[in-house]
């Protein structure tokens, strides 16, 4: 079996079934900062949401570059079953790139929120001004995709 790139289409698939991601940021010291992350997507714009204080927050503020991972369809495969080095994984993942920006706009927030609760229910939900105020919203417009696959 052989990795192969993942078109477009099979790119915002791949998003789609997804019910997190990884963010990765880079921190002030220039070490590298992961942690999992709902999210909602909506034409080529990734949407997030947070406590307002925080290390990311920090991060984000400092430097917005991130790297965004998705994957998804994880399976074992092996070749034969008592050979070690036959076992392998087959997946298909995507990695999207792009910089943070802030949602100040409470009226932005929401919609960002509702983008981001599309992608786990079927609901309408409202605010409350105080939960809009005491949530930080930002959003990554996609520079880049990257998708791979691997027994797929």
């Known amino acids: 079996m052989r990795h192969r790139k993942v078109p477009f289409s099979e ?8 019910d997190f991601c990884h963010i990765g940021m880079i921190d002030q010291q220039g070490l590298p900062y ?7 997507y909506d034409e080529g714009i990734l949407y997030f949401h947070s406590a307002p204080e925080g290390k990311k927050i920090q991060i984000l503020r400092n430097n917005p570059n991130l790297c965004v ?7 074992l495969a092996f070749q034969n079953e008592e050979t070690a080095c036959s076992y392998s994984m087959k997946y298909r993942s995507v990695l999207a790139f792009g910089k943070a920006e802030f949602i100040e706009e409470d009226a932005l927030k929401i919609t960002a929120l509702n983008i981001i ?10 605010y409350s001004p ?17 998708g791979r696959a691997f027994g797929y």
């Open 117 to 126: 609760m599309k992608n786990y229910s079927p609901h309408e939900f409202k």
């Open 130 to 146: 105080p939960s809009i105020r005491n949530v930080s919203c930002w959003k990554m417009k996609v520079d880049l995709f990257e």
């Open 34 to 40: 992961v942690l999992p992350f709902n999210f909602g």
């Open 69 to 75: 991972e998705f994957s998804t369809d994880c399976q």
């Open 11 to 18: 790119i915002e698939e791949i998003i789609r079934k997804c």
